[in-house]
């Protein structure tokens, strides 16, 4: 004879939301660190013979005992999650069926109750790296790291911060996706004057440093209320706002220059007087019509009175003291190209080799060497477990270094 069980079962993913809105497509891109957490209980009916149904196991059980969720940068709003506790439920004899041709062998003399059992599933994860970023991979905006589960949420509040230093800020900025991480970093350390997430809205930001909006591209579901929340970043302080993201790179904006430059004036004109307006960011690729390419002829298509006041670069390349070198010509040449003394640097990092001594020598010749003074903010790729963190409450060792030096 078949029994009726109705066995419930509780599933917890790990959801992933390089530049960036964010809604990342890194925003930018790349999505690399935090995860969601997402609660789905699935209720399956399914037919077993009563001599089948298995018995749990110790193992069975405890393993219900809780939800295993990692902390890791596209979007999302989950509610805090609970941990689950094993359920017991009861179980409903059905209506006699036809029985099976070759009844068990032993069957039990009464139903054993059927138990809540958890699970979890990591989201692949193409882009996200352990410390290092692949060359120029499509950096899709970083997902909001899930500080709404319990697991993420508590772990933040017991950040592991390096003591304050007597810094003033200056250029340094931090690209994020969690804004919590923002302002934990932020409260022990005062080397920080602006952040940005590839997007126009702050996400809630908290910490008592600029917010400077960005519009991904024209798209529409990244362009529509840019001119609200652009003039709203502008009210509270932003003195500087960013245009596309890597429009010379596939992955990315991925627009023509000449498309790009008519689509930047339509929307970065409003704001011409109200703050400086970066020319849409370029990748480091030294390809045909990347990079520095692209950017010339963005230029050039956007005419004389083109709305731009600076442009954006962004950089990745080999670690250690000859990778900061390389990165710092990387600059000069943007410089030369962009001929207006204002340059930001939104996403810079080492893919490789002594991370440590790339950032000690690049924030050394930025923050004191004259021959830099046209960076005027510069931002490592990024705020995130993997990169300037290495779990999510405490930094890694160039994290570290960033947050202090």
Partial sequence: MFS??????????NLLGVEAANHHRH???RDYIATEVEIVTDVVTVYVTEGDLPTPTPSAASSAQSVVAAAQPYKGDDSNAEAA???TTTT???APVVAPSSPPAEQPAAPQPTTMVTATKAAPSP?????????????VKPAPIASKASSAASAVETYEAPAPSTGKGGKRGLAYNDPKLVSNVCSSSNKFSWAYNWGSQSDGLE??????????GPQADHSQGWSQNAQKAISAGAD???SFNECDNAGQCNMDAASAAAAHKTFMKPFVGKAKIMAPSITSSESPGQ??????SFMEACGSDCPMDGCNAHWYGPGGEAGADLFLKHLVKVNETCGKNNVWVTEFAATDGDVDAFVTKALHELDTNSKYDFVQGYSYFYLAQGSLMQSANALSTFGNIYATM
């Fill in 291 to 296: 990079g520095t390419q692209w950017l010339s």
């Fill in 207 to 216: 910490a008592s440093i600029k917010y400077i909006p960005t519009l991904w």
């Fill in 92 to 94: 409903t004899p059905a």
């Fill in 4 to 13: 009726k069980y109705i066995v419930p079962a509780l599933c917890a993913a």
């Fill in 127 to 139: 882009e996200q790296p352990e410390i290092s970023i692949p060359t120029q991979a499509a950096i």
């Fill in 27 to 29: 925003m930018h891109k």
């Fill in 240 to 242: 500087t706002i960013f």
């Fill in 85 to 87: 506790s094993p359920v």
